[in-house]
């Protein structure tokens, strides 16, 4: 999962994206609404949290012009702001989720993975195909019954394309789910985590399509 975080308190943000990041989640942080605005156009991210209180602006009016704008991605807003009608006001302006400050990590993480399987329209927590099945909260995954040893960026790569349902994802695409964008990325680096899964999962489980990019091989139901 991808987190674009966009929240102008310092000591909040590192706290979050440090949370997050020991949980398996890459986050990007943000501080402004012109900044969020920039980044959502040069990455793509699974789940935007969303401040409301910006220095340049007010986070409902930045939210608003996303959702008129057609962005879709799933939005949390996080802020102090508590009354009724703040909730109403933020659920009008097209958030998914409000969580007030403080909160809890663990229920942030929680309510994030919550959005995204949301969007993704599965109901129960564990993805299956065929005989895989990986659960996206705890970074566990089971091939055969089998307990499945992922890095991070292995278990963020297999997520992207699982949650692709065998759509066709660039190069691109594959690395801005499995990176921030602070993070050095080496040239090749991609090609070494498609070759982890395949050796873990079995060559299937990534298709190369030549010159587009990468999709979800066809499930497995047996052992090869
Ligand atoms: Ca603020």
Same mark, same amino acid.
């Given at each position: 999962?991808?987190?674009?975080?966009?929240?102008?308190?310092?000591?909040?943000?590192?706290? !979050?994206?440090?949370? %997050?990041?020991?949980?398996?989640?890459?986050?990007?942080?943000? =501080?402004?609404?012109?900044?969020?605005?920039?980044?959502?156009?040069?990455?793509?991210?699974?789940?935007?949290?969303?401040?409301?209180? %910006?220095?340049?602006?007010?986070? #409902?009016?930045?939210?608003?012009?996303?959702?008129?704008?057609?962005?879709?991605?799933?939005?949390?807003?996080?802020?102090?702001? $508590?009354?009724?009608?703040?909730?109403?006001?933020?659920?009008?302006?097209?958030?998914? $989720? @409000?969580?007030?400050?403080?909160?809890?990590?663990?229920?942030?993480? =929680?309510?994030?993975?919550?959005?995204?399987?949301?969007?993704?329209?599965?109901?129960?927590?564990?993805?299956?195909?065929?005989?895989?099945?990986?659960?996206?909260?705890?970074?566990? =995954?089971?091939?055969?019954?089998?307990?499945?040893?992922?890095?991070?960026?292995?278990?963020?790569?297999?997520?992207? #394309?699982?949650?692709?349902?065998?759509? !066709?994802?660039? =190069?691109?695409? #594959?690395? $801005?789910?499995? @990176?921030?964008?602070?993070?050095?990325?080496?040239?090749?680096?991609l090609n070494v985590h498609i070759h982890h899964l395949r050796r873990k999962l079995g060559s299937g489980i990534v298709e190369t399509v030549r010159g587009l990019g990468y999709r979800l091989g066809p499930a497995q139901s047996r052992r090869p």
């Open positions: 999962m991808h987190v674009l975080l966009c929240e102008d308190d310092e000591m909040i943000a590192s706290g !979050i994206t440090a949370g %997050l990041a020991a949980q398996g989640v890459t986050v990007d942080a943000v =501080a402004s609404a012109r900044e969020t605005r920039t980044i959502l156009r040069t990455a793509s991210f699974d789940v935007l949290v969303l401040d409301l209180g %910006l220095p340049d602006g007010d986070g #409902l009016s930045l939210l608003r012009e996303l959702r008129q704008q057609g962005w879709t991605l799933p939005v949390l807003i996080l802020t102090a702001r $508590d009354t009724v009608s703040d909730r109403v006001a933020g659920l009008q302006a097209g958030a998914d $989720d @409000y969580l007030l400050k403080p909160f809890d990590l663990r229920e942030l993480c =929680a309510r994030l993975h919550c959005l995204v399987r949301r969007v993704s329209g599965r109901c129960v927590n564990l993805i299956e195909h065929g005989s895989l099945n990986v659960d996206p909260t705890s970074r566990e =995954a089971w091939l055969h019954g089998s307990s499945v040893d992922l890095s991070r960026r292995e278990q963020a790569l297999l997520l992207a #394309l699982l949650q692709a349902k065998g759509r !066709i994802l660039g =190069a691109e695409q #594959l690395k $801005d789910s499995i @990176y921030g964008f602070n993070d050095e990325v080496e040239s090749n680096a």
